[in-house]
């Protein structure tokens, strides 16, 4: 069933249709196919190809590590020379389910 017709099953009258997130491609925006395959990443993220989802990974990838820099720099620059004490930052993957 599409999005729109599963939104006039469940008896919605306003006919202010919100796109499925499976309707096109987080990239690149290209419509999802009804009969092809979706590539998906982190969970509920659609990708119509390899490709997008591979270039999304590496996007991603460079934020991240990106982050962990700053994150870093960020840390040896608020040490405190006073007393002497360093703060410990643990950087790492965290998994909700």
């Known amino acids: 069933m599409s999005s729109a017709a599963a939104l006039n099953y ?29 590539f998906m990443y982190r969970g509920n993220t659609p990708f119509c190809s390899q490709e997008c989802r ?12 990106r982050w962990k820099i700053s994150s870093s720099k960020r840390s040896n620059h608020s040490t405190t020379k006073e007393n002497n004490t360093k703060k410990v930052v643990r950087t790492g993957t965290v998994a909700v389910a």
């Open 10 to 38: 469940a008896g919605c009258e306003d006919n202010h249709y919100q796109p499925h997130f499976l309707d096109s491609c987080f990239l690149c925006r290209r419509p999802l196919g009804h009969n092809s395959d979706i």
């Open 54 to 65: 591979q270039e999304q990974i590496e996007t991603d990838e460079a934020n991240e590590k």
